[in-house]
């Protein structure tokens, strides 16, 4: 029945019922309501997804950088694998985080939380909330896994070298996994045992917990103030645990999806990092899974850390990515450091490839998710963070218009660029526009996944050009 039907039989209904002396109320159906307010309303129920993709060390600026900017604008060598999702992303230049400049292997500790870690002056290591926490707690109840965290290396690392982008209200890192197996078995596998020794097992560790935090309070009435901070963050950690422990209570009796066993199949075995390629769709498949079964709606991927990425020996480079970005002007390195570059957006295309392939209902699953790539340095070789390499992929139906290059360099420089060597250097060294800040995408995209929020650390504002 169409709007305009529902609403004459409702006319008629109503004056039948005049006719018969009678005067009811009707309830308030869905019908009553325009078809605009209904397709808003549906609109809003649907699913909203993020995705965060960290590289590390920067990349070959002089292939990456693209030369003009707004909607004409060409895509560089090292962007060219993208060119047919040029709709669904926007490349940004000149973004920075202001707490971020000058520091050097941190910048995965803080590339979604700004915040301020000196690693230099050898203060105590305190970090924030990431964006996709935030994100996590508006949308994590609708899905088993509030959030998803995935590397290149298992755990949370250590301090100022964190292997994990994800960091709780605490600023205590979550622990990521980086074995395509194990994440889908704990993802859709079934438990050995059943549901009940499942609830008795979570109930035995929240009565550790409850003990732990009996005796530290105990414990912390004497002990000193350094004491007293490092039993508050180990308690912090504890308390996160305990909340997820409740999380999957609360679905141990929700039956989890039926995977079919030809998607399965490529996480059924290991696959070796030495394969960096097939290591890194693997782990891109193993999102794109999660995400069309809904199992959650918030990811990130450390595709590699400052002091821990892969060789790509099946394109002749036999060097990580940190020996690659020390290349103090080797022009044969840089090379190596170009066609590595081209050879990680292949597997990102992959990545999109696959999101836009999957149907969300009437949209592409892509259409659906945003999905933000990038480092937290730009210049490896001096680890400078200005005009960080950052595209954003994705969520039109969350309103995001794509299709550009947002340049904050270019109303700052006298001529165009000439993507030479000194340039690119002085590009990331000071920031050209200090209000290009990536809290200022993170604030967007943030907004978009209806996390309540006017600021962000330092933002200034959503980006107008991708609302």
Not at 74 to 85: F, G, I
Not at 291 to 299: C, K
Not at 379 to 397: E, M, T
Not at 400 to 414: E, M, V
Request: a neutral charge.
């Amino acid at each position: 029945m169409s709007n305009i039907q529902s609403q004459r039989w409702l006319l008629n209904r109503r004056h039948f019922l005049r006719g018969l002396g009678t005067t009811m109320a009707l309830p308030f159906l869905d019908a009553m309501m325009p078809l605009h307010v209904r397709a808003a309303a549906a609109a809003a129920s649907k699913p909203r997804r993020s995705v965060f993709v960290y590289i590390p060390n920067g990349v070959n600026g002089m292939t990456w950088q693209c030369k003009n900017s707004g909607r004409d604008y060409e895509l560089s060598p090292s962007l060219q694998p993208l060119a047919k999702h040029r709709d669904d992303f926007t490349v940004f230049s000149g973004l920075h985080h202001p707490n971020g400049l000058g520091q050097a292997h941190v910048c995965a500790d803080t590339w979604l939380t700004g915040a301020k870690i000196d690693a230099q002056s050898g203060r105590k290591y305190e970090n924030s909330v990431s964006c996709d926490q935030l994100m996590a707690e508006v949308v994590g109840q609708q899905t088993r896994f509030s959030s998803l965290e995935l590397s290149i290396s298992a755990g949370t690392g250590h301090p100022f070298g964190a292997s994990t982008l994800a960091f709780s209200r605490d600023g205590v890192p979550l622990p990521a996994e980086d074995n395509p197996k194990t994440i889908f078995n704990r993802l859709f596998g079934e438990e050995a045992v059943g549901v009940a020794a499942q609830r008795a097992r979570l109930t035995k560790r929240r009565s550790v917990l409850d003990a732990v935090f009996d005796d530290a309070k105990s414990l912390r009435r004497d002990l000193g103030n350094d004491d007293r901070t490092k039993l508050d963050e180990y308690l912090h950690a504890v308390r996160d645990v305990e909340q997820r422990a409740e999380r999957l209570d609360a679905w141990l009796d929700v039956p989890k999806p039926e995977v079919d066993p030809k998607l399965a199949a490529p996480f059924q075995r290991d696959v070796p990092k030495a394969q960096a390629g097939e290591y890194w769709r693997t782990m891109f498949d193993i999102i794109v899974l999660a995400l069309r079964t809904d199992m959650t709606r918030v990811v990130t991927y450390m595709n590699g850390s400052e002091g821990n990425g892969l060789a790509i020996p099946e394109i002749g480079i036999t060097q990580a990515r940190h020996n690659l970005s020390h290349h103090n002007g080797d022009q044969l390195i840089l090379d190596r450091l170009a066609k590595s570059d081209e050879f990680i957006m292949q597997q990102f295309a992959h990545f999109l490839d696959e999101l836009r392939g999957i149907k969300d209902g009437e949209e592409a699953l892509l259409d659906r998710t945003m999905v933000m790539f990038g480092s937290g340095m730009s210049y490896g070789h001096s680890h400078c963070n200005s005009n960080l390499p950052i595209l954003l992929a994705g969520g039109k139906g969350l309103g995001l218009k794509h299709g550009q290059h947002i340049d904050y360099n270019r109303p700052h420089l006298k001529e165009d660029y000439t993507l030479s060597y000194d340039e690119w250097r002085s590009l990331c060294g000071k920031p050209k526009d200090g209000n290009a800040r990536l809290n200022n995408v993170l604030l967007t995209m943030m907004q978009k996944m209806e996390v309540n929020a006017e600021t962000f650390v330092d933002s200034l504002g959503p980006v107008s050009e991708l609302i």
